[in-house]
């Protein structure tokens, strides 16, 4: 019933910027916690960014200066600018949702539910 689409991603050379995007279907969870992940093939997902229902947001420590998140809650929609990207920011990049708070850290994976599909980011030097 929930579904996640993911878009923007792309190649960039080292030091480029990409936003992308996440849409919610139906508008009923606008308020509810997302995030975003990213992965590679034979590494755990790591957390991106996250922002609660509340508008309180949390990054990665790899990312925190470089990326911003913000969730637009008029049309179910979470981005991700990122900018001064490095080889080491390339994977596929995940959205991912919950219906319901939680205990868990905000960039913990198990915190999260519904899942989009992902959306490459590649980094050339």
């Known amino acids: 019933q929930v579904r996640l689409m993911e878009s923007g991603g792309g190649s960039v050379q080292a030091g480029g910027s990409l936003t992308l995007s996440c849409v919610a279907s139906g508008v009923i969870f606008r308020t509810y916690p997302m995030a975003w992940f990213r992965q590679n093939p034979g590494e755990e997902r790591e957390g991106v960014a996250s922002i609660d229902s509340d508008g309180r947001i949390s990054y990665a420590d790899s990312v925190q200066g470089r990326f911003t998140v913000s969730k637009d809650n008029g049309v179910n929609t979470l981005n991700l600018e990122m900018a001064g990207l490095k080889p080491e920011d390339a994977a596929m990049y995940y959205c991912?949702?919950?219906?319901?708070?939680?205990?868990?850290?905000?960039?913990?994976?198990?915190?999260?539910?519904?899942w989009g599909q992902g959306t490459q980011v590649t980094v050339s030097s």
């Open positions: 991912a949702a919950v219906l319901a708070r939680s205990e868990l850290p905000d960039l913990d994976s198990d915190r999260y539910r519904y």
